[in-house]
Structures are given as structure tokens and as C-alpha cells.
């Protein structure tokens, strides 16, 4: 089970990975999630994506598709893998296909999550996410148990850099020129499913779950 979600920033692709992968058995992997541990272990990658991530800006292809192809050979992507935030470029899509056809495999579902930007800089001033196992809450629309502590892991939920209202517009326009390409691309390979985002999580959910079954 090969899996790419795809949606704007605050679709609810890294809420929806997290319960696809658990469904599954397989691995979640979020280049944004890797990106930020790079950043808070202070490493070379890390230095380099900041600069873009602050901006709302993409990491060079250069720089993201190597650390993502290296990512879905280790040992746990045997059985598959849900991607949450790659690819999010044409050649991102082209590399990944190319790679993945070497092992005579492909990606199986392409999930949209579509979500109107109005809703979207709504919903993003009340996130709080998980820096250690990348759980993601809401403030009103999906609180966790106890007020700022991650239900999974027990540690302190924070609000992420770039969740700023002028940056998430950034991120917004860097979604509709670069990433939203890519529902097409999908389209004619024939494995894409849209879903509505804008219904309550637990029914995202649903919607998808029907769908890959
Ligand atoms: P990344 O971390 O991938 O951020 P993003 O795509 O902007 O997406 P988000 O994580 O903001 O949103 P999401 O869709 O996961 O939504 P969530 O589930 O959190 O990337 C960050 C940066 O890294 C990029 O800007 C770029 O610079 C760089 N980068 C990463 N990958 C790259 C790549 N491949 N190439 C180049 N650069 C790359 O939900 C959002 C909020 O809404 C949460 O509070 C959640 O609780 C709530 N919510 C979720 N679902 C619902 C619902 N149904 N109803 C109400 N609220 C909901
Ligand atoms: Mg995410």
C-alpha cells in the first residue's frame, strides 16, 4: 500500500497520515516532519531548509527529493508507506515515480484533501502539534485530552514557526502555483481519490478509509 497525500497546507494531511498509517501498519512520513527535526537538532539539512520554511517557500528539489528516496528504502517501507508533504513538485511526482518503477512499483492512492483557503487560514491559528511523534490538535476543532499535551506520547504540544497568519498565505500561494499540479498528475496515472476536508475529521477519515478499501 503505496500512499500519497496530497492537499493544501492545513488540508489535514499529516492529521489523516497519522490514522492511514495506523489502519495500515505502515509508515508515516512527513518531510515537513523531518525538516523540522533536522531544525531542532541544528543540522546542516535543517540550517538549509529553515531559510526556505520561514519564507513559506519550497526546499529545493535538490535538497528533498535525495532525503525522501532514501527514506522509503529503509526496512519498514517493505510493506508501503503513506507520504504527507511530498511530492509536492512536478519533478518530485516524475523522481518518485521513477524510482519506485526500478522496484517494479508505483503508487497505489493519490488521497486530495480539499479544503477552500478561507477555511484554511481559519483553522490554522489553532493548531498545535507534537515535536517529538507529530501528532497534530486543534485548539476547538480537535483538542487533546489534556489542555497542550500530546494524548500519544505525553509531551507538550507547540505552535509551529511558520503557522503565522502572513506565512500561511505564502504557504497558500506556494500551494496553488507549484504543489496543486500535482491532482492532475495523479489523475492521469488513475489512482487519485478526492475528498471533502471540510467535514469533521473522524468523517475525512471515513471518506478515505472506504475509499482505499
Ligand atoms: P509541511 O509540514 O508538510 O506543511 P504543509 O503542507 O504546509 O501542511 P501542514 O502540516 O501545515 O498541514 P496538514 O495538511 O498536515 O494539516 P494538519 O493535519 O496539520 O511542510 C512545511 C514546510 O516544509 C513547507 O512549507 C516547505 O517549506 C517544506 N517542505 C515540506 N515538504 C516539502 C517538499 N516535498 N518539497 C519542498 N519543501 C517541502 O491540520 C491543520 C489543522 O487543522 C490542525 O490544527 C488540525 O487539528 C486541524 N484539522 C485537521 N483536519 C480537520 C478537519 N477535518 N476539521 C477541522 N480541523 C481540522
Ligand atoms: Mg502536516
Known amino acids: 500500500m503505496k500512499i500519497v497525500m496530497l492537499g493544501a497546507p492545513g488540508a489535514g494531511k499529516g492529521t489523516q497520515a497519522v490514522n492511514i498509517a495506523k489502519e495500515f501498519g505502515i509508515p508515516h512520513i512527513s518531510t515537513g516532519d523531518i525538516f523540522r527535526a533536522n531544525i531542532k537538532n541544528q543540522t546542516e539539512l535543517g540550517m538549509k531548509a529553515k531559510s526556505y520554511m520561514d519564507k513559506g517557500a519550497l526546499v529545493p528539489d535538490d535538497i528533498t527529493i535525495g532525503m525522501l528516496l532514501d527514506r522509503i528504502v529503509d526496512n519498514d517501507c517493505k510493506n508501503g508507506f503513506v507520504l504527507d508533504g511530498f511530492p509536492r513538485t512536478i519533478p518530485q511526482a516524475e523522481s518518485l515515480k521513477a524510482a519506485l ?64 497568519p502572513e506565512t500561511v498565505l505564502e504557504r497558500l500561494k506556494t500551494y496553488h502555483d507549484q504543489t496543486q499540479p500535482l491532482i492532475d498528475f495523479y489523475r492521469n496515472e488513475g489512482v487519485l481519490t478526492e475528498v471533502d476536508g471540510t467535514k469533521k475529521p473522524d468523517e475525512v477519515l471515513a471518506d478515505i478509509l472506504g475509499a482505499l478499501r
Open 101 to 164: 518503477s526500478l522496484q517494479d512499483a508505483r503508487i497505489d492512492h493519490a488521497i486530495d484533501i480539499e479544503v477552500p483557503d478561507e477555511v484554511i487560514t481559519k483553522r490554522m491559528g489553532g493548531r498545535r502539534s507534537c515535536p517529538k511523534c507529530g501528532g497534530t490538535y486543534h485548539i476547538a476543532f480537535n483538542p487533546p485530552k489534556k489542555e497542550g499535551i500530546c494524548d500519544n506520547c505525553g509531551t507538550e504540544l507547540v505552535q509551529r514557526a511558520d503557522d503565522k
